[in-house]
């Protein structure tokens, strides 16, 4: 039975229930009761206008003026005789009463059996008595109506009184059976019996739906729980979570940072006591009652947080109290105690979200912005195109849309006079629109792809270089680079005009893993005699480790050191000190970012030699650069 057919039974067995109990004990009584009336009517019809004949016809013919006339035995014979007229087999009892010291006594019986004598004295039953009372004053019949009673027949009396000068001198007794009655008796009956079937039948169904469903909460919330962590698993975000009113919640999606690390350095069972206790801390960082942890994959955790009477902010403010509480927390394992951090995707506006995969989808594109922008934060997925498919990156690169912008780096003190150029790989849709590394470079880190662009970008340049002959240009490489074993033998197979006019920039962006493989790869390079430039020379940690083991001939100075180095008198000495160090070593330097006249004012005093930066050029094709002939090359 899935969910709506349980809603079915609940909606249309209440309705059903609500109507039959309003039959039962509205409806029916009501009809019962008309019908009755209205055939008691019916039948009394016939007899009373029969008595009425007697009170005509009787009286005046046998010139009865009062109530001793009408015991005279002739008299009271007549009136037997015409009471006898109306006698059928519904007719129980017919006979007359009459009052004498407010004592009924009987004045002629004319019934088949239990037949009285005149003047017997005549009980009537409470209802009779009223009756006569109430006759003796309007001078009206009545009718009283007797249901079951030990015979178990339905039964009428009617009672019309003997008027004699305007005063009720007597009461006439019809009592019959109506056997049409009986039978809608027995019919109405049967319909309550129906009913109460009916209701009982919808009321077990009714039970029985909620207890399978409470089943399917409490009983089976087993089946529902990670064994591991104690949250929702993957069956609960399957069977249960898609009927939740998705609009009430922000989806966040939890991923531990370098979570195989963990495992690869202290085991699976260290990894698995970690994930408990996450959970633990998530559980503590959220709302029990309404808001679910799911565990959606190994180390990824789904939260649905409950937007009631919470505002965007602090639905943050919750994901961002986990997010510290698990940086802050220790995790102890054996002797050692380990420390984590985590990544977040959150979706906040799931107001215009049809199912709960496709909010799942958005938060898990801002958790992947968030392990680009350097994990250990939150994002909040943005409605934005900035990320291309891997897909159309892949179709962009094996088509050879790919191009590269140049960006000189010029001596300092004649700022015409260019080092070499830059080479900066961008992309080009086929609508023409240059694709900036921005927005697909850090997509296809580490994959295969980026490798197919590393030996396109080389190719490239070296066609330029053989296009245009009295250029430099300079190519980056980051270590996945240095590790490919198919690029370096491609670059070290180039002829000498090219290796003497191409250099590598050896970028730090990355894990480097076999840190050997790549130096020795560069002092391939270096020997084959490529110029070897240290990019973003004072961001990273390692990148001393070429200075240390390699001849390098340029060491970039990072932008983060330059930008503000009027402000910061600390990025003046730092600056001064590499500087001293490279002309020690015989290595030039180069400062990147020189965006205004300021700052080259600066770096030139501090004795750097080259610049780059939109101070004297943009990044542009080379044969933009070359048009404008002011550059002495
Ligand atoms: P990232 O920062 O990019 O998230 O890196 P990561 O190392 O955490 O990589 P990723 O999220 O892709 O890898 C998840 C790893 O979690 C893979 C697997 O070894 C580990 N893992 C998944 N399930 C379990 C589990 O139940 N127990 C343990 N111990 N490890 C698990
Ligand atoms: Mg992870
Ligand atoms: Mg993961």
Not at 49 to 70: A, C, M, P, T, V
Request: hydrophobic content about 40%; overall charge positive.
């Amino acid at each position: 039975m899935n969910i709506y057919s349980k809603k079915l039974i609940l909606y249309l067995g209440s309705a059903i229930l609500a109507i039959s109990f309003l039959f039962l004990f509205l409806v029916l009584p009501k009809f019962e009761v008309k019908i009755k009336d209205e055939l008691v009517n019916n039948i009394s019809y016939a007899y009373k206008g029969f008595i009425k004949n007697i009170n005509k016809d009787f009286i005046q013919q046998h010139k009865i003026s009062s109530l001793n006339d009408l015991k005279k035995i002739k008299n009271r014979l007549a009136l037997a005789h015409h009471l006898s007229l109306m006698k059928n087999d519904n007719i129980e009892y017919i006979f007359a009463v009459y009052k004498e010291d407010n004592i009924y006594k009987i004045l002629i019986d004319v019934s088949d059996t239990d037949k009285s004598n005149f003047d017997e004295i005549f009980f009537p039953t409470e209802k009779e008595e009223k009756a006569l009372d109430r006759i003796y004053k309007t001078k009206r019949e009545a009718i009283i109506f007797h249901e079951a009673g030990e015979t178990k027949k339905i039964g009428i009396t009617l009672l019309e009184p003997l008027i004699i000068n305007n005063k009720v001198q007597a009461v006439v007794f019809v009592d019959f059976t109506v056997q049409t009655l009986l039978t809608i008796n027995k019919l109405i009956n049967m319909l309550k019996l129906f009913l109460i079937f009916v209701i009982s039948f919808i009321s077990a169904l009714i039970i029985f739906t909620i207890y399978t469903t409470l089943k399917v909460f409490y009983f089976k919330k087993k089946a529902y729980m990670d064994e591991l962590t104690g949250v929702y698993n993957r069956n609960y975000l399957e069977e249960v979570l898609p009927e939740i009113n998705l609009q009430k919640y922000v989806v966040a999606l939890f991923d531990i940072d370098y979570f195989k690390k963990i495992n690869d350095t202290y085991g699976h069972k260290a990894g698995d006591e970690i994930l408990k206790k996450f959970a633990k801390i998530l559980k503590n960082s959220f709302r029990e009652d309404e808001d679910v942890i799911v565990r959606y994959g190994g180390e990824e955790f789904l939260v649905l947080i409950k937007k009631d009477r919470r505002n965007s902010l602090s639905v943050l403010n919750a994901v961002k109290r986990a997010v510290d509480r698990i940086r802050k927390a220790m995790f102890p394992y054996g002797k050692e105690v380990l420390r984590l951090t985590t990544s977040v995707g959150v979706l906040l506006d799931t107001e215009k979200e049809k199912s709960l995969s496709e909010a799942i989808k958005k938060a898990d594109v801002a958790l992947y912005k968030a392990k680009l922008a350097g994990r250990n934060r939150i994002e909040i997925y943005e409605e934005e195109n900035v990320y291309l498919s891997i897909t159309k990156i892949n179709n962009l690169i094996e088509k050879g849309n790919i191009l590269c912008h140049y960006q000189p780096v010029v001596d300092l003190n004649n700022s015409r006079k260019v080092l070499y150029f830059e080479a900066l790989v961008r992309l080009k849709d086929d609508d023409g629109t240059i694709i900036y590394p921005n927005s697909f470079l850090e997509l296809i880190k580490n994959t295969y792809l980026y490798a197919k662009l590393s030996k396109k970008v080389l190719e490239y340049n070296v066609d330029i270089l053989r296009k245009y002959k009295n250029i430099k240009v300079s190519v980056n490489l980051s270590p996945s680079d240095l590790i490919n074993e198919t690029l370096i033998k491609d670059a070290i197979s180039l002829e000498e005009h090219i290796v003497k006019r191409l250099k590598f920039e050896i970028l730090e962006t990355e894990e480097i893993k076999n840190y050997d493989k790549v130096l020795d790869n560069l002092k391939r390079l270096k020997e084959k005699g490529f110029q070897i430039s240290i990019d973003d020379f004072g961001s990273g940690y390692s990148n001393f480790k070429y200075l240390l083991n390699l001849d390098i001939d340029f060491i970039k100075i990072d932008a983060n050191l330059i930008k503000n180095i009027n402000e910061s008198k600390k990025s003046q000495e730092l600056v001064k000190a590499i500087v001293l160090f490279a002309k020690n070593n015989s290595i030039s330097t180069i400062a990147e970012f020189i965006e205004n006249e300021k700052i080259l004012e600066t770096v030139k005093k501090l004795g750097v030699e080259y610049g780059q930066g939109y101070y004297f050029s943009k990044p542009k094709t080379i044969e933009e650069i070359l048009e404008e002939k002011k550059w002495d090359i």
